[in-house]
Structure formats: C-alpha cells, structure tokens
C-alpha cells in the first residue's frame, strides 16, 4: 500500500493562498487517481479535488472551482493543491488520498484506499 504524507497547511487570512504537498512512498502512484478531501469538526470527509492517474482529467468540488488548482508530478511522486482566495469556509483538515486500483477514475472518498494524516488549514475572517 502506498503511504501518502500531507504538508503545506497554517493559518492565513481570508483572501490569502495556501500550497499543500502530498508525498508518496512506498510504491508508484503514477497509475493511480488522486485526491484531495477535507473534513471539518462534526462533518464527513468531503471531496475537494481530484486527478486522474495521468493528470489529463482534473474534477473540482463545485466550491473550489476557480479558486483551487490539482497536480501532480509523478515523477516526483508528488501531488500538489495550490489554494488562492481562501475563504473562511474552507477551514479544514485537508487529506490526500490514493485509488490503488489502477487506471480508474472515480472521486468517491470510499473509492480511496490509502490516506495520509491530514494538514490543518485555518482561514481567518
């Protein structure tokens, strides 16, 4: 199983942008989607972003579209989410996670089988 390790969260204000890094180990995610969620106190996890394994399909919660960007670099084995115009509500535990059935695309957070720890993102009004 592939482990997946989250970094990049703090704290910033309304307006401001945030970069979050999740790196992988263990084995190759280049044939594998991936993607982002977030989780809020008394919520369930929701679906933030997703890229398909060769990162030609990209799929965007309708909440972060045009403000929010998904990559990866697998060659670097790495995933990233570049956050511009952070709003207050977007205040949550980010988790990246990986579908390790390869070559599928879906962005179901039980479609995703491995998950990192989670890095907390905190905008202020």
């Known amino acids: 199983q592939v482990q997946l390790v989250e970094s990049g969260g703090g704290l910033v204000q309304a307006g401001g942008s945030l970069r979050l890094s999740c790196a992988a180990s263990?084995?190759?995610?280049?044939?594998?989607?991936m993607g982002w969620f977030r989780q809020s106190p008394g919520k369930e996890r929701e679906f933030v972003a997703a890229?398909?394994?060769?990162?030609?399909?990209?799929a965007y919660a309708d909440s972060v579209k045009g403000r929010f960007t998904i990559s990866r670099d697998n060659a670097k084995n790495t995933m990233f989410l570049q956050m511009n115009s952070l709003k207050p509500d977007d205040t949550a535990v980010y988790y990246c996670?990986?579908?390790?059935?390869?070559?599928?695309?879906?962005?179901?957070?039980?479609?995703?089988?491995?998950w990192g720890q989670g890095t907390q993102v905190t905008v202020s009004s």
């Open positions: 996670g990986a579908d390790s059935t390869p070559f599928q695309w879906r962005t179901r957070p039980d479609n995703f089988d491995s």
């Open positions: 263990g084995r190759s995610i280049s044939a594998y989607s």
């Open positions: 890229i398909r394994w060769n990162g030609v399909i990209t």
